[in-house]
């Protein structure tokens, strides 16, 4: 029986597949590599980072357009004043994040990512954090949360496809600079058991659900759902899980951390939406890590997040039907009205790898 239903599954996935595909098709179904290099020289422009004054341009659009991208957002970070001008560059670094998989792209997408990490991994380990909560964008969902007594992370994955993913070496690194790593599901691009061992190896913490990764064991593995009753003390923090899932198929966890004065959710994969009215009715969260793909907009307004950082955006192992590019999450937030300027309801923050942003505590 539970094969037939596992079948059925399968069959129904299959067939959604099939009809997004011809429906939907991806971003940039059907446009050719000149066509791809056209769009982004025109959000580039648009973002005013055309013909730039002293950077170097190799000729190729590829690497330009990261590079002039990347640029632009390192010149214009994500403070909350530079809406318009970074979803510009977000809209342009998206169309090489996309474009077709060969070396080149693999060699160029790889050593942007690589160079991401290595800036965000050497902050996160050297940031003092006095008061509220300081988050880096890692890839995928993975976000890593600091606050003056804890540093954690959620949903590390090294990233892959292009050449040059997190290292060993850069996991190390990572892992001696977090207290603990939480992982909301076991799907392959929301956890990474070489990173969950350098934690356990360095004497660090992992949370994780009871069900998956059954070779993790000792004191320092939590599971929930568990025995023990919530909230948990881990590294310092208190964690409230809220199992919920993904699709029919998955079962995820939801975490919420009160750390730096605050409390901090992350989505994960989550699409059960009625969580988050249980969730509303026992937490005033004020950090919401979102997932742009699994229905955004109902879960900020389910748990009414002060901040929300939008995540999952081009998980690029992903077919490109099925991945969620930065234009697709700007579309959703305006339709939402979740744009500047900001009022008193839930302000947003959308970043690139390795990129941060800062929120105040309660008192500030
Ligand atoms: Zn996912």
Not at 86 to 106: F, S
Not at 154 to 178: C, S, T, Y
Not at 331 to 344: M, Q, S, Y
Request: hydrophobic share 40%.
């Amino acid at each position: 029986m539970k094969k037939q239903i596992a079948g059925a599954a399968v069959a129904a996935l299959f067939v959604a597949g099939l009809v997004i595909w011809l429906v939907y098709g991806g971003e940039y179904a059907g446009e050719s590599p000149s066509d791809l290099e056209n769009i982004a020289r025109r959000r580039l422009a648009e973002a005013g980072e055309i013909g730039g004054a002293t950077r170097v341009k190799t000729g190729d659009w590829l690497v330009d357009t990261l590079e002039a991208s990347l640029h632009g957002l390192e010149t214009h970070p994500s403070n909350g004043s530079n809406w318009a001008r970074r979803r510009k560059l977000l809209e342009a670094i998206d169309v090489p994040i996309n474009a077709r998989k060969n070396d080149a792209w693999r060699r160029a997408v790889g050593s942007v990512f690589r160079r991401q990490m290595d800036k965000a991994i050497t902050e996160i380990s050297t940031a003092r954090i006095t008061g509220g909560v300081r988050i880096w964008r890692m890839y995928n969902m993975g976000f890593v949360v600091k606050s003056a007594e804890a540093t954690v992370g959620f949903d590390i994955h090294p990233g892959w496809v292009f050449d040059n993913p997190m290292d060993e070496a850069q996991q190390k690194r990572l892992a001696g600079a977090l207290d603990a790593a939480f992982v909301s599901h076991w799907h392959a691009d929301h956890c990474s058991r070489p990173l969950l061992k350098q934690m356990l190896a360095a004497g660090k913490k992992i949370v994780l659900l009871d069900s998956v990764a059954k070779e993790f064991t000792g004191e320092n593995v939590f599971r929930i759902p568990g025995k023990a009753a919530l909230p948990l003390r881990v590294a310092g923090v208190s964690v409230y899980g809220y199992t919920g899932r993904q699709f029919p198929t998955a079962r995820n966890n939801v975490y919420i951390v009160r750390m730096g004065g605050l409390t901090v959710m992350h989505q994960g994969d989550n699409d059960k939406t009625p969580l988050y009215r249980e969730i509303a009715t026992e937490h005033k969260v004020d950090v919401l890590l979102g997932n742009c793909w699994a229905k955004l907009t109902t879960c900020i307004e389910g748990v009414s997040p002060r901040l929300t950082i939008t995540g999952h955006e081009n998980e690029i192992k992903h077919p490109s039907f099925l991945r969620s590019g930065y234009p697709r999450t700007f579309r959703e937030l305006d339709d939402a009205k979740l744009a500047p300027p900001w009022g008193d309801g839930p302000q947003v923050r959308v970043l690139f790898w390795g990129e941060h942003t800062d929120w105040p505590g309660a008192s500030v």
